[in-house]
């Protein structure tokens, strides 16, 4: 016997070669094949009166987006009387198999052939194909060409021989394959081809694992963007696909677990297609079919505000409940750019204690150093995580994948368990059959981890049993990547930001009104804002298609919330702070949740003209014809604000070097320069309250620039009201504010509170930092003094040194050619303050910038809560269930202490927030005491 390994192992190819082009030998053609017209995307029902024509195998379908309805006639032989049939199709469109009015499977590019008898009988076979002329990935790389439409017989012997030898081959040529065992299967594989004999086969199967084992649970799962390379209509036909297709291999597979995240997923298909969802409904119950997750959609977690997690959470759960009788233990957010460090508690608090993700595996400057671990939240909750170690939530479930599993995983000293997500993704598609014959030859099988077919709760049962001192992790995990998500698509981060404030108004009128309150309408209007927090829509990183979308959704948010707040006469303070504001030429003031009554203003405010200033009784601002400011005076400190001139306007050049629409690389901030001076400047309002002045610029190649810079008397902020007409490429624009403020640290408002981040670039951890997510504002204070960067509806930020900055557009072109094209408006404000920002009231001042009297057909004589002590009253509304209040608040600066609540109470229960676990509060003279501690989220159910 001659023994050379390349010759042996090229052999052992070939032989899988030949093992694989052997499964579908016999063979049948589909006698008649008819095609539609092309058609948009329509119902089965509708497809059955369009007129049909002739088509060819080598046929080309198009353009993208179009989708044809094929007819397959054939009658089945009869000698395949008794055997299964299977309908291999090859097109790289996406495909759904209909017969008789129900979806049979998904056909794509690795779903190529879909079982259409388990036991034939000869006659007449009647199928649909309905081929969108789009692939996993929206557009093909080639045009969409039926390329194969035929049956076959399904050869049982053929196919087990071709995987027992393919995952043997693979393990063998491994390179972290045990050499003993390695040459082993060499050798016997060698003399199968030699032989055909199958016994041999099936003894090296006989080989199992040593008793100490690295152990995975692999779970089945499709990743399906709720929009991204395709609009939101073509996500429902991809879960119908990959449902159906999951749903055919729990009968071929019993051990098959498909783990399905995303509630609004499943009620498209609930809406759409009964008889599916009924399907899917019997394989819940069977325990194969698994939600997870608990959230509506899969969403972006660091620009939706701490209240939208929470309703993420609690539509997500009470869908599930309602629909399954179960609820979702784990959190699973594998693709999300980046995690608050408030979802700790946010998962507890929806009955959630395990999280899954596996994005940080992507950071650009520090791998993460655990796979399996504590993550310690901001107020201290904890929840079990994990990180898959093949980091993947696609995983093909191979050799490689699973040894990768095991020998990767960075925390092996406390755990020999991990978790496998296979199945193709982010198009969906799922696993494929050859997966799952993987994953049943390597249950036991000596050179593989031990591994099983199971639920993610299985999976983190098995690590809890584990008698393991995990790592603990505090606090956010920011994601070092993807960085331009916080800014492109301005209108879209826009509309997500007066959705939330105007939904979070509506419930509060909604309950002032009293007996009519909107649940339904509130309901609906929650989903769709839900929806378009999904973690490619609100990030930015999808086609135009999505963007028009999400433009017509947003339009209808703006809609409904105005129809719940019809306008009346009275203005209300919606917002937990009492405040003092000019409207229409008048001074009004407010206590939190009550009606503003007008006021006499003592102080005013005035415009000089050489120099150019504007004054009031806390600032004095000098400014430079060109737009820039000069210097700031904050006058109860005599402090000067600025080293340099501020409201600096930037451009960098914003061209990374992938991912366009996602990253702003390191080298755009060396390319930072100033926009072009102002050309002009007028006063455009003078009065003894209110001073504007307008400047206006062009702005790089082809933009223009407007700005309304105005002071209020008695006011601390210098707004810039912005109108910016954008039609660069490639180009980030920021606003800089050179603060004469020294400290290490700047802070960031992020969900229910905040987030600390270096200034500096001293560590690997600190330069990853070099832009960051953040709310309403940004915050630089040192002892004694500060400056806070208020917005309306931005979310990207960075400090340097004591250079505030905020990003206020990109023009990236992919995967959006147009995206943030055409007319912005937005605003912002810098407010120098006293103290630092928890005592001069940034977050007040934030949360007025972002909420201006709402004038409505409702104003309470009294103010509708007080809340004595430092704890914010963010949302009032009814309960889910109930006519009953629900109050939720939040500990916003990492204190402790007690408030007393008034809110003329019968009874009050601190609840979970799913509204549940019901702890019942003392209530005296209506009002209730609410200890809490730093960071804390509280929820308060109340009876009036
Ligand atoms: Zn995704």
Redesign the pocket.
């Known amino acids: 016997m001659i023994s050379h390994l390349d010759y042996t192992r090229r052999r052992l190819r070939q032989a899988s070669e030949r093992l694989r082009d052997g499964l579908f030998t016999d063979t049948a053609p589909v006698a008649e094949l008819l095609v539609s017209p092309r058609v948009d995307r329509i119902s089965w029902r509708d497809a059955q009166s369009l007129d049909y024509r002739p088509a060819e195998i080598g046929e080309r379908f198009g353009p993208l987006w179009a989708t044809y309805w094929f007819r397959l006639g054939t009658t089945l032989p009869a000698e395949w009387s008794g055997e299964r049939v299977e309908l291999l199709w090859q097109s790289e469109g996406e495909g759904t198999l209909w017969r008789d009015g129900r979806v049979v499977a998904g056909l794509n590019t690795h779903h190529a052939a879909a079982t259409v008898a388990d036991s034939a009988t000869p006659g007449e076979l009647e199928l649909q194909v309905e081929l969108a002329c789009n692939g996993l990935f929206g557009r093909p790389d080639r045009p969409v060409e039926l390329a194969r439409c035929e049956l076959a017989r399904w050869d049982a012997t053929a196919w087990k021989t071709f995987h027992d030898f393919e995952l043997l081959r693979t393990l063998e040529s491994h390179p972290a394959t045990d050499p003993s065992l390695a040459a082993l299967l060499r050798r016997e594989l060698e003399r199968f081809v030699d032989t055909k004999d199958v016994t041999i086969l099936e003894q090296l199967y006989a080989l199992h694992n040593a008793d100490y084992a690295h152990e995975i649970v692999a779970v089945g799962h499709a990743?399906i963007?709720t929009a991204?390379l395709w609009p939101l209509a073509e996500t429902f036909r991809k879960t119908q696909r990959t449902f159906a297709t999951a749903l055919r291999y729990m009968d071929e597979y019993p051990g098959y677990v498909f783990a399905c995240s995303q509630a609004q997923q499943y009620a498209w298909i609930k809406e759409r297609d009964p008889d599916l969802y009924s399907r899917i409904r019997a394989k819940v119950a069977a325990g194969q079919f698994v939600p997870t997750g608990g959230s509506w959609v899969?969403p972006d977690l660091n620009i939706p505000s701490g209240e939208s997690l929470v309703r993420q959470l609690l539509h997500g759960q009470r869908f599930f409940e309602q629909e399954f009788g179960t609820r979702c233990a784990e959190f699973w957010a594998p693709?999300a750019f980046g995690y608050t460090g408030q979802l700790p508690q946010l998962m507890r608090g929806a009955g959630i204690t395990r999280f899954l993700t596996q994005k940080l595996s992507w950071n650009r400057f520090n791998k993460p150093e655990n796979h399996t671990f504590t993550w310690q939240g901001d107020d201290g909750s904890e929840v079990l995580v994990h990180f898959p170690p093949a980091d993947t939530y696609n995983s093909m479930a191979d050799v490689n994948e699973l040894l990768k599993t095991a020998h990767e995983h960075k925390n092996l000293e406390q755990s020999r368990t991990s978790l496998l997500v296979f199945g193709y993704g982010?198009g969906g598609g799922g696993p494929t059959r050859e997966m799952l014959e993987n994953l049943e030859r390597a249950v036991d099988l000596q050179g593989l981890p031990r591994t099983r077919l199971g639920t993610p709760t299985e999976f983190f049962e098995a690590l809890e049993a584990e008698d393991a001192v995990r790592p603990v992790v505090v606090g956010e995990l920011y994601f070092e990547y993807h960085r331009g998500v916080y800014t492109s698509q301005a209108a879209v981060k826009r509309g997500n930001r007066r959705s939330e404030q105007g939904l979070r108004d509506a419930e509060l009128i909604g309950v002032l009104r009293g007996d009519d309150y909107p649940r339904a309408e509130l309901d609906r209007l929650w989903k769709l804002l839900l929806l378009n927090q999904f973690?490619?829509i609100l990030p930015g990183s999808s086609i135009r298609l999505v963007y028009e979308d999400a433009a017509r959704d947003f339009a209808e948010l703006e809609r409904g919330i105005e129809e719940l707040l019809p306008p009346g006469p009275h203005p209300v303070n919606t917002t937990a702070f009492s405040r003092r504001d000019v409207v229409d030429g008048q001074m009004w003031e407010a206590e939190p949740f009550a009606t503003a009554v007008q006021v006499s203003e003592r102080s005013n405010v005035a415009i000089g003209r050489t120099p150019l200033t504007l004054e009031n009784n806390h600032l004095r601002v000098r400014f430079d014809p060109d737009g820039s400011v000069l210097g700031i005076l904050h006058k109860p400190t005599g402090r000067e604000v600025l080293t340099a001139p501020g409201n600096r306007i930037e451009l960098y050049d914003d061209d990374p070097v992938e991912f366009d629409a996602w990253d702003i690389d390191p080298y755009t901030l060396h390319t930072g320069r100033g926009a072009q001076p102002a050309e002009k400047w007028e006063v455009v309002t003078e009065t003894l309250l209110r001073c504007e002045i307008a400047f206006e610029r062009p702005l790089g190649e082809a933009s223009r620039m407007r700005q309304v810079v105005r002071l209020d008397a008695g006011s601390p902020r210098l707004e810039f009201h912005t109108t910016v007409d954008w039609h660069e490429s490639h180009t980030l624009l920021k606003a800089c504010f050179p603060l004469d403020v020294r400290a290490a640290n700047a802070t960031y408002e992020m969900p229910f509170g905040y987030a600390e981040r270096p200034t500096h670039y001293s560590t690997s951890f600190d330069r990853a930092k070099y832009e960051v997510p953040g709310h309403r504002f940004a915050d630089l204070s040192e002892h004694g003094f500060g400056a806070a960067l208020l917005t309306d509806s931005k979310y990207g930020y960075s400090c340097y040194g004591g250079d505030l900055r905020v990003s206020l557009l990109r023009s990236p072109k992919s995967p959006d050619p147009e995206a943030d094209m055409g007319t912005h408006e937005f605003a912002y404000a810098l407010m120098p303050h006293a103290g630092g920002w928890r005592e001069a009231g940034v977050l007040r001042e934030a949360a007025l910038f972002n909420a201006p009297l709402r004038w409505t057909t409702v104003g309470p004589a009294e103010p509708f809560a007080i809340v004595d002590g430092d704890l914010v009253l963010e949302t009032i509304k009814r309960a889910e269930d109930s006519d009953d209040l629900v109050l939720r608040f939040y500990e916003p600066y990492g204190g402790r202490g007690v408030a007393r609540v008034h809110v003329d109470a019968a009874r009050a229960w601190r609840t979970n927030l799913l509204e549940e676990e019901p702890q019942e509060l003392a209530v005296e003279s209506g009002a209730f005491v609410l200890p809490f501690r730093p960071r804390e989220v509280i929820t308060v159910k109340v009876a009036r």
């Open positions: 990743h963007d991204w899969e693709d982010d973690h490619d």
